[in-house]
């Protein structure tokens, strides 16, 4: 069945340190992606989104890039914050159900 | 816009007992999603509506769980009985439609001693 595989947590970093959490997946059809956040005490946000390949998801200085030729969605950030501390969730959907990853802690230290 | 509501925010019962969760998605959102969220297993989708008619509870995990859409404004989940490993965040979402974005309430902590 289809699946998300996401990078083993924690992320530590210091501040302005440049972020990628690396997410793949696994799909018998043609999945829309996404990138969840959770920050700590709430539910999940969408963070970005991509529907077709190539296509690149972006928000908050957060990006994204469908890479269907190598089945990833690697979220990126040239310059974290400490706000951006959170656990961040790689998902996919390809009818109606949501399949999430296992989900990235993300530590950023002043 | 209130967001999707989830009562209670907290729930701390004792194993065998009827635990039941509320959810109240986002007016004018047709499907509703109900999750729980383990250390273990982590997020995983246990049932879902589509205009108050369940779709898909491939995801519950045996007979003790139940949930009810009655109205386009309510769901419940019901646990009879309870029991320790039960214990998790309970997450409801909601959507136009089960085809967009899924918005997220803030969990039901459950813990079952």
């Known amino acids: 069945g289809d699946s998300v595989t996401q990078m083993e947590g924690p992320v530590t970093l210091s501040e302005e340190a440049f972020l990628t959490i690396n997410c793949t997946y696994t799909?018998?059809?043609?999945?829309?992606l996404f990138w969840y956040v959770q920050y700590p005490g709430e539910g999940l946000q969408l963070l970005l989104k991509?529907?077709?390949?190539?296509d690149k998801g972006s928000n908050k200085g957060f990006e994204a890039t469908y890479r269907k030729e190598t089945t990833s969605f690697h979220l990126e950030k040239g310059s974290v914050q400490v706000s951006d501390s959170a656990v961040y969730f790689c998902?996919?959907?390809?009818?109606?159900?949501?399949?999430f990853g296992t989900g990235t802690r993300l530590q950023v230290f002043p | 816009d209130a967001g999707v509501i989830q009562s209670p925010r907290h729930e701390v019962t004792e194993m065998g007992q009827e635990v039941t969760l509320r959810c109240k998605p986002i007016?004018?959102?047709?499907?509703l999603f109900w999750y729980r969220q383990t250390m273990m297993r982590g997020l995983e989708l246990l049932i879902y509506?589509?205009?108050?008619?369940?779709?898909?509870d491939s995801g519950m995990p045996e007979d003790r769980f139940s949930a009810k859409m009655p109205n386009a404004s309510f769901s419940t989940l019901k646990i009879q009985p309870s029991e320790p490993r039960d214990s998790a965040v309970y997450f409801c979402?909601?959507?136009?439609?089960?085809?967009?974005?899924?918005?997220f309430g803030p969990g039901t902590r459950l813990l079952v001693l």
């Open positions: 991509a529907t077709k390949a190539d």
């Open positions: 998902a996919l959907r390809d009818t109606d159900k949501l399949i």
């Open positions: 799909a018998t059809g043609y999945p829309s």
């Open positions: 007016s004018g959102h047709n499907s």
């Open positions: 509506f589509n205009n108050n008619v369940p779709i898909d």
């Open positions: 979402a909601s959507s136009f439609s089960s085809q967009e974005t899924q918005y």
